[in-house]
């Protein structure tokens, strides 16, 4: 990949591509090279999406605010179990995470499409596979995350989970 750099950021140093800046000079955006991980209220996340429509799309795995905090990610490794707090009265639990689907580009393959997470004061605001747009407020839902290891590995992310040892700090 061309431009390749170092960048330091709120959730850690990483080597990324496609880097934007605003004009005071903190990142906006970056395309990691390799898996980051980011720690929220509701869990750790990965930021990751080796895809092959992550080049054509031209839309940045991790976006920033000004002030350094994550605006948003994309990621095919990490999906979400959202539990109604009223008990499912009013709602069932909500399964979001990257999905197989027909390539966009008309290929005849299935390929993984990532989802997008947003990090809001009061929310999590997900667009999944379907470009389906999710708000999840988290005075209505209790937010799990869940690790799709299988999608890591597809994706061609850490290695083989059944002969795993721990060391990507990924668990199902």
């Not at 000004?66 to 069932?92: M, N, Q």
């Not at 809001?120 to 407020?137: C, M, N």
Request: proline residues 5%; contains cysteine.
């Amino acid at each position: 990949m061309s431009n390749i750099q170092e960048i330091e950021t709120s959730v850690g140093t990483f080597m990324a591509s496609r880097v934007e800046f605003y004009e005071n000079g903190a990142v906006k955006s970056a395309e990691p090279e390799q898996q980051v991980f980011f720690s929220h209220q509701t869990g750790l996340y990965i930021a990751f999406d080796n895809t092959p429509l992550k080049d054509e799309e031209h839309l940045p795995t991790l976006e920033f605010e000004p002030d350094g905090r994550v605006k948003a990610l994309r990621t095919i490794g990490t999906g979400l179990i959202c539990r109604p707090k009223d008990g499912e009265k009013t709602r069932g639990v909500v399964h979001i995470g990257a999905e197989w689907r027909p390539d966009p580009r008309n290929t005849g393959a299935n390929v993984l499409i990532p989802i997008r997470i947003q990090f809001l004061e009061e929310e999590l605001r997900v667009t999944d596979s379907d470009g389906q747009e999710h708000q999840l407020p988290f005075d209505v839902y209790d937010i799990q995350v869940d690790y799709l290891t299988d999608n890591i590995v597809m994706g061609g992310g850490c290695g083989d989970c059944s002969t795993c040892n721990g060391g990507c700090s990924v668990q199902s």
